[in-house]
């Protein structure tokens, strides 16, 4: 493709972005929330079309991940108390990069201004003392002011929003950057719902936080949003993917390998040829993209603007041995909208380490073993009145210490760190000994592996990759071709004309097909024809229109959206006959 035919096709997405923003504002999808205010920033409003259609995303990946793999549901809080975020480093790491204009000072993501402004694609990745150079190195200015950036600061800011639980001296809190740690704070009792058997996964669909810099692209980057996440608990020893299911299961990947070099181009493959070939590198991750990749396709993202790209190392987050995001080419641009990652152990240990509780698994051994355990049995009359209250503190310290170092006990004393202060402790207090112990098992800490989608990331893809424009019978038309088991409303009834007879089958019809479960709207304003224009604008498959002929000979006309072919239907099977088409059991054209 030529330079201008790229520039072309960027320009007609943006268009299409354009009218799509406008139409799911005119027909209910979605719009920016507290219009009647100015509206704000970030936060938008799914109107009845939208949150069907959003309601139907949740619901298929629901079926997908949680039910058809065999995984628990739950729903845990939106605000969570400081010390999970101090667990799980979110009150530390979890920060964008904020420059400030100097002059108006409006605040921009400085990741952002590079990306769109230089051939940089990921500056995400990039250490902040890079990115102020190549700021200053292109002389970028500030998107509302046109001020010169060169030389201003880039500084860490934390997206969590910071609450307060209670009154009076209240608690700190934070609401959720993330649906993730609803989990992994419940780990301790979820494991018995899972008769602590491992692999188990634990799914989760909810709203997330985080006070982005600067919002924008409608619904693509904002403050308040929904994510599908699953946690997949693995023992790293003996726990496989099933692969064979999705082995050959065609997949574009984007490596790493190919983003650093200078010709480098997604990759047409499959789930296995990447494992073997070590594209992709670890074969849970690779099994969930093999998952993830046909259903995709079944709720409608366009197979030709989506692949999988991996993470960079310096984008990668330090804990994830293998991270890819699944991407989906909006206006030119590929977003992400989903992340599948390796996270390892971190999670578990950090929340055991600060909790005091047990994250961990009793792996039961098919024998009784006989090891050399390290132990230690601490005077307490020497570390009570030396640490008082920290005295507890210490002993676990001792108990780590002699689990991962025995040779650190060979002196006169041994040395802990407590409070970033280091103590000294007689051996001979330590009561440290090596004893042969009889174990039936051991205890595990899992690793877990993590597919989280945005659901309203894919709201917009699913919008943008459906619209279409077309001409029907001389006049321009414009419809979604959403897929009918995701589309907000499944089939429009209309009596053709306000006679009192048709209006009365039109309303026993809608009765029928709503007690058949299907998503049905009565519409008897307009003509016909604009009718069927607004329908198919707000992507409903199948309408049904009852006429003079219906009251004679008891049939209807159905009419499928995207080809606009009519079908005569006897209103007695109606409802069995949309019932199998919805279900891709009866095709229209075979009716």
Not at 208 to 223: C, F, K, V, W
Not at 279 to 305: C, E, H, N, Q, T
Request: glycine share 8%.
């Amino acid at each position: 493709m030529s330079e201008d035919d790229a520039a072309a096709d960027s320009e007609a997405s943006a268009a299409t972005s354009e009218k799509l923003v406008e139409l799911a504002k005119r027909r209910g999808y979605f719009f920016r929330t507290s219009g009647a205010y100015g509206g704000v920033g970030g936060f938008y409003t799914f109107g009845p079309q939208g949150a069907s259609l959003k309601g139907n995303l949740e619901d298929a990946w629901r079926d997908r991940f949680a039910v058809a793999e065999g995984n628990m549901e739950i729903d845990a809080p939106t605000i969570m108390h400081e010390p999970v975020f101090e667990a799980s480093g979110h009150l530390d790491g979890f920060d964008d990069m904020l420059i400030e204009c100097p002059d108006c000072e409006a605040s921009s993501r400085a990741d952002h201004l590079v990306e769109d402004n230089t051939e940089y694609e990921d500056a995400e990745s990039l250490p902040i003392p890079e990115v102020e150079a190549v700021i200053a190195e292109h002389e970028l200015v500030c998107p509302e002011c046109g001020a010169g950036l060169a030389g201003v600061a880039v500084e860490d800011f934390n997206l969590m929003f910071a609450t307060n639980i209670g009154p009076g001296d209240a608690q700190p809190g934070y609401m959720r950057p993330e649906t993730a740690q609803g989990i992994f704070v419940e780990f301790p009792r979820l494991k018995e719902y899972a008769r602590n058997q491992l692999p188990f996964g634990v799914t989760q669909i909810g709203r997330a936080y985080r006070n982005e810099i600067s919002p924008r692209r409608s619904i693509i980057r904002t403050r308040e949003f929904t994510q599908a996440e699953l946690e997949y608990f693995v023992d790293p020893e003996d726990d496989e993917p099933p692969l064979e299911r999705v082995d050959d299961v065609d997949v574009t990947l984007y490596p790493a390998s190919e983003q650093e070099a200078d010709d480098g181009a997604a990759i047409e493959t499959t789930i296995g040829e990447a494992l073997e070939e070590g594209i992709i590198g670890d074969p849970w991750v690779a099994y969930f993209l093999g998952v993830a990749k046909p259903w995709y396709a079944s709720i409608g993202v366009d197979m030709d603007r989506f692949r999988f790209r991996q993470h960079l190392s310096g984008e990668r987050a330090h804990y994830a041995a293998d991270c890819w995001d699944a991407e989906s080419e909006i206006d030119g641009n590929w977003i992400e909208i989903a992340g599948f990652a390796y996270r390892g152990d971190y999670d578990l240990s950090k929340h055991g380490e600060h909790s005091g509780d047990r994250f961990t698994v009793f792996k039961q051994y098919d024998e009784p073993q006989t090891v050399e355990r390290a132990v230690v049995d601490p005077d307490m009359s020497y570390l009570g009145p030396e640490f008082g209250g920290d005295a507890q503190a210490v002993v676990q310290k001792l108990e780590e210490l002699a689990a991962r170092d025995r040779s650190a006990f060979e002196g006169e004393t041994v040395e802990i760190d407590l409070e970033d202060e280091t103590h000294e402790i007689p051996v001979e207090k330590c009561g440290f000994a090596v004893e042969e112990q009889t174990e039936a098992g051991e205890h595990v800490t899992p690793h877990v592996v993590e597919p989280s989608f945005g659901v309203d990331r894919t709201v917009y893809t699913v919008l943008h990759h459906a619209y279409r424009e077309d001409e029907v019978g001389g006049e321009e038309r414009t419809y979604l071709e959403l897929e009918p088991e995701v589309a907000p409303t499944f089939v429009g009834v209309f009596p053709l004309q306000g006679d009192d007879e048709l209006v009365d089958e039109a309303e026993s019809i809608v009765d029928d097909l709503r007690a058949a479960g299907l998503s049905v709207t009565y519409d008897d304003s307009g003509n016909i024809g604009r009718r069927y224009r607004r329908q198919d604008e707000v992507g409903t498959p199948f309408c049904v229109t009852a006429d003079f002929e219906s009251l004679e000979d008891g049939a209807v006309t159905v009419r499928e959206r995207d080809s606009t072919e009519q079908k005569r239907v006897s209103i007695e099977e109606l409802p069995e006959t949309l019932s199998a088409v919805r279900a891709g059991e009866l095709a229209f054209e075979n009716i």
